[in-house]
């Protein structure tokens, strides 16, 4: 007689939240942080650590870092080897170049969307995200930065109204982060970025698509060439 299949591991959850909050599992979390040091490359490409290291560093069991970890490796952004660990996917001049195809693709339908159906109230908020990166261009406040430009995206995304669009360039903006954090160094490239940034925003207050696809377009163009020349340019 066959042995009935067993129930799966069961979510580790954090202690109930308060009233009307919402419980986040240990893996969520656990994926939430990694995935933070990964994208700020407070662990940086090519480094190599154990899930016990990352465990420790999390004050979480392997278990919930062990199941981030393999929601990671679908991101792309780490890869497991014998001997080695858990490994942060190195970056290279042939994935940003593919990163920045496919978003020119992608981004510049979501933003003639987003300039045809973007409502008032979702202009103001990429308005004071704006400000906002502006004030966090200032403090030199790298996480911000990136942080702000994340949600920037996600605006016109969600302006764009289709949530499968959203899904794909979430992904690829997690990825493209990476980059972005390798760039800030590069002079005036904040400010460039801020220039660009009002640009699309103008664009989709003006309802233009063609404008608003052309502003990302350029968006995506300047930060390829912007990387290649300053940051993966081959060394001598």
């Known amino acids: 007689m066959a042995t009935p299949p067993s129930d799966p591991a069961p979510e580790i959850l954090d202690a109930p939240a308060p009233a009307g909050g919402k419980r986040v599992s240990l893996r969520d979390r656990a994926y939430a942080e990694i995935k933070r040091r990964i994208v700020t490359t407070e662990l940086k490409p090519g480094e190599a650590v154990t899930v016990t290291d990352l465990a420790d560093a999390l004050g979480f069991g392997r278990t919930p870092v062990m199941q981030a970890v393999d929601r990671l490796m679908i991101d792309g952004l780490v890869e497991v080897m014998p001997r080695k660990g858990v490994v942060v996917s190195p970056v290279s001049l042939d994935e940003l170049v593919e990163i920045i195809e496919i978003r020119l693709l992608n981004e510049g339908q979501a933003a003639r969307w987003a300039a045809e159906r973007a409502s008032g109230a979702l202009i103001e908020e990429m308005r004071a995200n704006l400000e906002g990166l502006k004030a966090a261009t200032g403090a030199r406040d ?10 920037f995206h996600r605006l016109i995304t969600q302006a764009a109204g289709n949530s499968i669009l959203a899904e794909i360039l979430g992904n690829l903006h997690d990825r493209s982060s990476r980059f972005w954090a390798m760039s800030l160094n590069v002079p005036r490239h904040d400010a460039r970025v801020i220039e660009q ?3 699309i925003i103008d664009a989709i207050a003006a309802h233009d698509p063609d404008r608003a696809e052309a502003a990302v377009r350029d968006h995506a163009a300047a930060f390829q060439q912007n990387l290649v020349s300053q940051v993966l340019r081959p060394r001598s």
Request: glycine share 0%; aromatic share 0%.
């Open 142 to 151: 790298l996480e911000k930065l990136i942080e702000l430009d994340r949600a």
């Open 197 to 199: 940034h009002a640009a």
